[in-house]
């Protein structure tokens, strides 16, 4: 499936820790297609790897196919993993 360079993201799904909200590692996060690759968005606590900078509300990253695919095979079920990177599962 090839993605138009002019729509908007698409979710392809969120997930969060167990932790709960108040505890520093605690994080909740979407990874999203876009035209031009994959998103990561999400927030969370100061010891997280989403840790606002200062004044934000979250972090955003440009991941590539094979790391958006390896963060959906580890946070999100397995059905939205492969229906997005049914392609690479075969091959990763």
Known sequence: MT???HSAPQLIG???SAA????????????YRTG????LAGTGGPSSSFAPEPGGKGRVRELGETEA????A???????AEEFFDHLAEDI
């Open 3 to 5: 993605a138009d360079p």
């Open 14 to 16: 969120k997930a969060r």
């Open 20 to 31: 709960p909200q108040d505890d520093p590692g605690w994080w909740a996060a979407g990874l």
């Open 36 to 39: 031009a690759g994959y998103l």
């Open 69 to 72: 695919y390896n963060w959906a």
């Open 74 to 80: 580890t946070h999100l079920s397995i059905d939205q």
